[in-house]
Structures are given as structure tokens and as C-alpha cells.
């Protein structure tokens, strides 16, 4: 898979796919991820890439022209499946969404700064607007880095036991049961007893019990049919 990110501050994303699981996906070909510096597609001298919004009004809107000439750029290199822009505005991220888009072959990432991008970058290219939830962030640079990284952490071989994706809070639509380790006791604090019958049978009844009283417990939500 590849993952190319556009933004007005590369800086950013330099960090979060450097270290751990993100940077072992990279180093084992699993992923490439490139990030582009929207500066160097602005024609101006000042590298701007930003400008007033017209009908005034605080906040500066990101031009169409130096993302339009990247997203050019890259489509003329490769077919993408997805393009993505970052914004609070857009469709809640989830966990069946970062399913489907790790069955993705290339996607672009398009990361929003200021007040926005011109709206018709989004008539033009953009095939999904994601949101990370109804806050509001600085830039959508470290909801991309959340959106790559929920991604990228399920293709087959990037995590080194598979199982340990598919046993992820919400990948089956319920919370995670609790997890213990060494100690077996801790200032009066004791590992449950099943867990350590060497019983799989009962570990696992066990397991699915408390996801779902869990789930019950913290997300009832995520209980209810639709
Ligand atoms: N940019 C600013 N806030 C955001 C959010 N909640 N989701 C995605 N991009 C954003």
C-alpha cells in the first residue's frame, strides 16, 4: 500500500511514522508513506499557499492551485482509490472504515490548515472528508497520522500476530476485555484466577463475558441494533 500525504506543514508528520509499529511497516515494504510539502507546488515567491477568504472573514483558506497541481502531479504517477480530506466537518472515522481502507491499494491524504481549503478542492478531487471526532484540532495533520496509523496497523503481516489486530476494541464491535501481566498480585491487586487455570476454554468464555459487560458498562451505544 502507499499513503500519500499532502500538507502545509510536513514538520508534523515526521515523528509519528518514524518509531514502532508505523516504521517496521515501512521497513518491511508492508507500506510507503510519503509526505508532500504543499509549499513546493505554490508559483509564488513566497511559497504561499494560503490566502484571504473572499467575503471576508478571519482565517486564511488554502488556494486550490498548489493542491490541485499535486494531487495532479501524483494522479498522473498512479491510479489513487481514495482521496481523502481532513476535516471536522466530515464523516466520523471508525473501525470499519479503517477496515475497508486497508484493502487499499494507493490513497492520498489531504491535510487542512487555517480555516479550511477553497471548497472546490473538494468538488475536484476529494472522495471522502473524514472527521476524528467533534473536536476541533489545529491542522488536519495529526488526524491523518490517526486515520494512516489506524490503517495501516491492519494489513496482514504488519502486526507480527495477526490475532492481535483482530482482537483490537471494536474490531468485533465490542470493547477489549481487561489484560493482566507479571505480577500475579500487586499492592492486594489480584490477576483473576481463570486467567491463569491454563483452561482456554474458560479464558476465553471468560474473555467474552467481560467484553461484553464492558461494552455494556462504558459504551451501550455500540450495543444497540440499528
Ligand atoms: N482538522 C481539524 N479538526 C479536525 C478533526 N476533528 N478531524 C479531522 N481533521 C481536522
Excluded at 513546493?40 to 486564511?60: I, L, T
Excluded at 481514495?82 to 472515522?93: A, F, K, L
Excluded at 481463570?194 to 461484553?212: P, T, Y
Aim: negative net charge.
Amino acid at each position: 500500500m502507499r499513503i500519500d500525504i499532502i500538507t502545509a506543514v510536513p514538520a508534523l508528520l515526521e515523528s509519528p511514522f518514524a518509531h514502532s509499529i508505523m516504521k517496521r511497516a515501512q521497513d518491511k515494504g508492508y507500506v510507503e508513506i510519503y509526505v508532500h510539502n504543499l509549499h513546493d507546488y505554490s508559483k509564488n515567491k513566497y511559497r504561499q499557499v494560503d490566502d484571504y477568504q473572499f467575503g471576508g472573514g478571519a482565517g486564511m483558506v488554502m488556494m486550490i492551485e498548489p493542491i490541485d497541481k499535486c494531487i495532479e502531479q501524483l494522479k498522473s504517477e498512479r491510479h489513487y482509490d481514495s482521496v481523502i480530506y481532513m476535516t471536522p466537518d466530515g464523516q466520523q472515522w471508525d473501525q470499519p472504515m479503517a477496515n475497508t481502507f486497508s484493502m487499499y491499494e494507493n490513497i492520498i491524504i489531504l491535510c487542512g490548515h487555517y480555516k479550511g481549503v477553497d471548497e472546490r478542492v473538494r468538488e475536484l478531487h476529494i472522495t471522502h472528508e473524514i472527521s476524528i471526532g467533534d473536536y476541533v484540532i489545529s491542522g488536519g495533520e495529526l488526524a491523518a497520522a490517526i486515520v494512516a496509523d489506524s490503517i495501516v496497523r491492519l494489513i496482514p503481516g504488519v502486526l507480527g500476530d495477526e490475532q492481535s489486530a483482530l482482537s483490537d476494541s471494536h474490531q468485533d464491535g465490542l470493547l477489549s476485555p481487561p489484560i493482566y501481566t507479571r505480577p500475579v498480585e500487586y499492592k492486594g491487586l489480584k490477576v483473576p484466577d481463570v486467567l491463569m487455570s491454563g483452561n482456554h476454554g474458560a479464558i476465553e468464555k471468560w474473555r467474552a463475558e467481560e467484553a461484553i459487560r464492558r461494552t455494556r458498562e462504558r459504551r451501550p451505544d455500540m450495543l444497540k441494533e440499528d
